[in-house]
């Protein structure tokens, strides 16, 4: 398998960590309605062994196998999905103890009568990777449609299997690579978290459908292993953010009188 | 009376469209009237928004229009004439929410003897043409945003400046899209002109009945699509009498109905189907609304005399 | 005004003439008084029209001074909210003709001239007192004041009627008209009519027109004879309204069932006033009745219910203009081409066969529509008789005989 080197002065995640994640590429509706998705999967360390990948589907348990091509993963689905994506690599290289976990989370909107190719994943993979720790975003407000300025709220436990964790949050630190900087998070004891990504001045210019791509990262030690954690975050600018309702109202009234005192003046004589 | 039971037609629907996603009513987004989107917990949307979204509607590649996902953009329109072909323009007097809305702030105006304003047959023609302009301009922007780069900022052009946008959502306590949006200058513009347009209308709508009506794309969509429509609106020529009752009592001062000397169809474009002017029409049986060949009212002296001698 | 020196001849005359009334008058009263249908309830229409014939009497008798009035097209609703009560110009006397002055052409309306006889300077009536409001409607109305002496001397409000109805411009100057009445009005009763009072007088008269409704009913179903409705509609321009609508009620209460024997007809045309129901008598005795008509002293001084938009003084004025300009269909309008359709509509729905057009000598307008009207209708199977008539007698015989003849093909 062979991933893109990444240079760490582009996307600025340190090199000598071997941090593997996801990067957003085209979103294409195809003809019959249903809609793919590529996304590359990138890891700072040529020496990366071998990775699979998986994801999951709206409420369903079932998981499905992402075959990776070029170091490319193309989802397609034939319905308004809700998908949870994951890339696992449990044997870098040179460095078997370290482990390699990507994830996030995207909502894409096929509708198609020709159904989605799907490959159920294999149970044996499914149970390696199941009670590994990953990088989870809360359900938020807009739980789709990420914007900027808005608290994103994250944990960290298995990807898998959420309700099993005995991860010991002490010496964790979350970094996320936020519009090409690096910003250390602030934890609070637990292994909760929340980041409040900035607004972008490009977002703003782009328009509605633009997004930027923050990566939130960490290195944690759990029982002689060693973890790489990723979560790529897909953002649009914010909605709301720019919104002032006190300019609003005053062009509404201002307006409002234009039109009185235009209709009082006229109305004597019909138009 | 007529007017009675619509009124009574139209404070139902309005509790179910505006309230009805709340008691789990699901009407789907392809609504012939003006349930708009942008109250949360609304029973279905209006079928404006549709047309101009992305897969479902005209912000699409053309050459999705030629293939199989052409039918993701036909399918809502199939519901939308599911909807329309029983009722027509009834769904405007009848259901439209928006419609109640108007009505009501007229009768604010009513209540305080406020005098009307009177808009000259020239000035009305001239208005005419804008709900086919706005129709066609929502129409053909998101199509130069799905295939010639126009900034995606333009998206959903007629919500945007549309004043059912931040008026219907008042009725949940939302009063959050009296704003500017002071994103980039195109967001700016459109709220901007949203705010305008809103303080326009509301005036527009005080002094003057259903006057945003005689603006609005859906009524021209509907007007396009009468004939496949099982209601219509007849006048019998030769017993008209020219008494302009009828322009006088509609809502919109609709001239043709009065002067009408030759067609029987006189289902005019800015015709909402009110039914005013059939109560108002002192000759027997000379204005008539039918559904599917039945009368569903047709206007009497004896009506016309018992209604407003009460009134 | 100063009292002319009366010539003993002239003194003479007028004596006379207003005997002749009197007579014609009473022969009226009795001939209906004689007749098998006749009931106790129509004697206040009778005395209304009775002493309508005695201008200076009424005035006399009224608390408040009434306005005179000419044509339809004066909303009475304006002079209720006015406190105002109205004397209609409007006369069936051949007698009261005799006083006309004598510059009034050869050939003039006789409704016109016999106006002219009632108002009679001589007849002890100051008319320098008295407020007029009139339309200018037919020549014959338009000229009235100045053929009679009273152009600048009584007070006259004009309102100038603008002859078509279909055009904004037309609707617009109709509707200053009504405003300006509206202030003379208000100048000449009892202060502001405000939009309430307007409304609450709309409300009154739209409950009388809901009676009036009903009179039609009962005489296009032949359930009362035309003669009993032509009292109770030229009463209805002399008597206060609620006094009217007691006497229609009560008329309508002790209504007795008749037989329905006779031909229904259409009557239309010329006025028909008091007590010149001549034309009425004559086709009852020819074997018809008068189902239906289209006469501005009959069916039509009733122009129908005002229907408005809300309750501002503009919608209402407005609504009060365009009731008595746009749905009148009087024959002095440049369009009323749909005149017909009215015509059609009254006898598609009655199942009428026959129409008789009524014209009285000199009441041009009438007589120029009266052409159009029979090619319309004879095209569309109708049978049509002109009946050409003044006021005087004279002529029955020979109109008796047209009209049995035309009896005749109606069939059965």
Known sequence: MVFCLMPAMVFAIPQDKNFLYFKFLEMKKEKNGQVSQAIELVCTDPAVGAVKVFYRENSDPAVFFAPVKDGIVTLIVDKPSRISLFAFSTNPAGFPEKKLVAHTNLVLFGKSSVPAPRIMADDIDVNRFAGLPGIELLSSENYYWHQTGQVLKFCIKPVLEPDSSDIDPGNIRIFVLENHKIRRLTMDGTLDFSYDPAHDERLRKTGVTAIRQDILYTTMEEKNQKYFLTYSLLLHRSRKGFNDIFSGVSVLGTSMILFIGLILKKRRTPW | MVESLRLFCQHISFLIMIYGGRLGIRLGNSLPCFTCPYVSGCAGHCYLMVLQRSSVGFQTAFDIFFSGAVFNILWPFAVFLLFFIPLSKLWCSWICPFCLVQDWISLVRKKFYIREMILTRKTRNNIKPVKYILLVLLITIPLAIANFNLHSDWALPFCQICPGKPILPLFQGNWSYFHINYTNGITMAFSFLSMVITGGMLVGMFFRERFFCMFCPMLALMHLLKAISPVRFEKKIHTCTGCGNCERSCPVDIPDVHLEKVKKNVLTQDCMGCMSCVEACPADHTLTFKWFGFRLFSSSRSYLSRKWSQK | MTQPEINPRLLRLQLKTREQIKKETCDQAAKIKNRDDYIKALDPFLESLALSLFPKKFIEKAVIAPVMTMCIQAPMELFSAAGLPVFKLACGSHAAGNLAPLQFPALTCPMIKSLAGLLDPQSGLDLTRQRFVIPTTCDWVVKFSELTGLYGKADIHFMELPHL????????????????????????????????????????????????????????????????????????????????KDNVRNYIDNLKPMENTLAPVLLIGSPIVFPNYKLLHLMENAGMA??????????????????????????????????????????????????????????????????????????????????????QLKKKGYRFLKIETDYVKEDEQNIVTRLEAFRRTLGS
């Open chain 3, 290 to 375: 008068v189902a239906a008509d289209d006469i501005c002293s009959l069916e039509r001084i009733f122009p129908g219910a005002v229907t408005f938009e809300d309750k501002s003084e503009y919608a209402l004025l407005r609504a009060l203009a365009e009731r008595n300009h746009k749905a009148c269909t009087c024959p002095t309008f440049a369009d009323n081409e749909r005149r017909i359709n009215g015509i059609f509509n009254i006898l598609e729905k009655e199942q009428i066969k026959g129409i008789i057009f009524h014209v009285l000598k000199g009441c041009h307008p009438y007589e120029m529509e009266s052409g159009m009207l029979e090619t």
């Open chain 3, 165 to 244: 109805r279909e055009n904004e411009r037309s609707s617009r100057r109709w509707l200053e008209e009504i405003q300006a009445l509206k202030s003379w009005l208000e100048k000449a009763g009892q202060g502001k009519i405000t939009p309430k009072a307007l409304h609450a007088a709309i409300q009154c008269h739209a409950k009388a027109f809901e009676l009036f409704a009903r009179l039609i009913e009962l005489k296009r179903s032949q359930l009362m004879p035309a003669i009993h409705f032509a009292l109770i509609a030229n009463a209805f321009a002399y008597q206060d309204i609620n006094f009217w």
